[in-house]
């Protein structure tokens, strides 16, 4: 909170937008800190490459086929076919704060 607080008389901002991956957080400091709940996304998913989470936005099917995979196929289809799985993490709860 202390932090915040410099932050906030320091900058002096409109508002401020925060995430809490679900994994780790409820969001309960963002609400002491007065910041309301504004969504809730839905669950995400990654991959596993050697023992590595990466992020799906690397595998997207416009890349997989112009590395030569075949365009019929469909990138969770494709990436099954390498034995590449997925994960899905929580989602996340994202936080507002708007000035009074």
């Not at 809490?20 to 990654?46: C, I, M, V």
């Not at 289809?77 to 590449?84: A, H, Q, S, V, W």
Request: hydrophobic share 30%; with cysteine.
């Amino acid at each position: 909170s202390k932090l915040f607080n410099y932050f906030i008389e320091k900058y002096n901002p409109e508002s401020v937008v925060s995430y809490a991956d679900r994994r780790w957080s409820q969001g309960n400091l963002y609400e002491k800190l007065g910041f309301k709940l504004y969504n809730e996304s839905k669950p995400n998913y990654f991959y596993i490459l050697n023992e590595k989470r990466k992020n799906r936005f690397n595998f997207r099917k416009s890349i997989l086929v112009k590395n030569g995979f075949d365009k019929n196929k469909s990138e969770h289809k494709i990436m099954l076919n390498r034995g590449i799985y997925r994960i899905y993490d929580c989602g996340c709860l994202c936080y507002i704060w708007k000035k009074i």
